[in-house]
T-cell receptor, first 118, second 110 residues
Framework: GAGVSQSPSNKVTEKGKDVELRCDPISGHTALYWYRQSLGQGLEFLIYFQGNSAPDKSGLPSDRFSAERTGGSVSTLTIQRTQQEDSAVYLC????????????????FGPGTRLTVT | KQEVTQIPAALSVPEGENLVLNCSFTDSAIYNLQWFRQDPGKGLTSLLLIQSSQREQTSGRLNASLDKSSGRSTLYIAASQPGDSATYLCAVRPGGKLIFGQGTELSVKP
């Protein structure tokens, strides 16, 4: 595709329910990243994948959060037993590679999924 | 711990002015620095990426500089236009992930 796509664009869920957010990276990009943007915290890193492996998942806020990537392409971020503090915009990005220099590292972002937990 | 600070938090200028946005970071051990633009309710658009070995990058009316030793970067916007109104974010990459500043909200008045 032309860019990174994310679905759904908006999600409203009740506290305690599980949600799945999806990210489709740019075709050919081996690295995929998840970030969260909330009013009080700015833009925070959650996890990134190189291929199907996650070398850095240090930003996941609790064990309620998990992510996977299959086939080196699509990724899903799952939040179990959602809490109101999970309300935020979840952004996905991709790049050709995750390490090294050069423009091949440049990250391209999707439009985000706005999650509201009521 | 790497921290990224952007000053000012908000800026309002009349159309046609040249302006500078500032970004500072506490740890100079970075691979590169990236400037982004974010429009309300939208994702991030990459503007410029500067490698740690570079001093500056230019794209159209935008020029970004990097002084890694002092932990500073600036984004210069020439001849500002109302369409430049957005939030501008800088981010540094110490490893795989990006660490972002809080952003500068720019408003260009016609």
């Amino acid at each position: 595709g032309a860019g990174v796509s994310q679905s759904p664009s908006n999600k409203v869920t009740e506290k305690g329910k599980d949600v799945e957010l999806r990210c489709d990276p740019i075709s050919g990009h081996t690295a995929l990243y998840w970030y969260r943007q909330s009013l009080g915290q700015g833009l925070e890193f959650l996890i990134y994948f190189q291929g199907n492996s996650a070398p850095d998942k240090s930003g996941l806020p609790s064990d309620r959060f998990s992510a996977e990537r299959t086939g080196g392409s699509v990724s899903t971020l799952t939040i179990q037993r959602t809490q109101q503090e999970d309300s935020a915009v979840y952004l996905c990005a991709s790049s050709l590679v995750a390490s090294g220099g050069g423009s091949s590292y440049e990250q391209y972002f999707g439009p985000g999924t706005r999650l509201t937990v009521t | 711990k790497q921290e990224v600070t952007q000053i000012p938090a908000a800026l309002s200028v009349p159309e046609g002015e040249n302006l500078v946005l500032n970004c500072s970071f506490t740890d100079s051990a970075i691979y590169n620095l990236q400037w982004f633009r974010q429009d309300p309710g939208k994702g991030l658009t990459s503007l410029l990426l500067i490698q740690s070995s570079q001093r500056e990058q230019t794209s159209g009316r935008l020029n970004a500089s990097l002084d890694k030793s002092s932990g500073r970067s600036t984004l210069y916007i020439a001849a500002s236009q109302p369409g430049d109104s957005a939030t501008y974010l800088c981010a540094v990459r110490p490893g795989g992930k990006l660490i972002f500043g809080q952003g500068t909200e720019l408003s260009v008045k016609p």
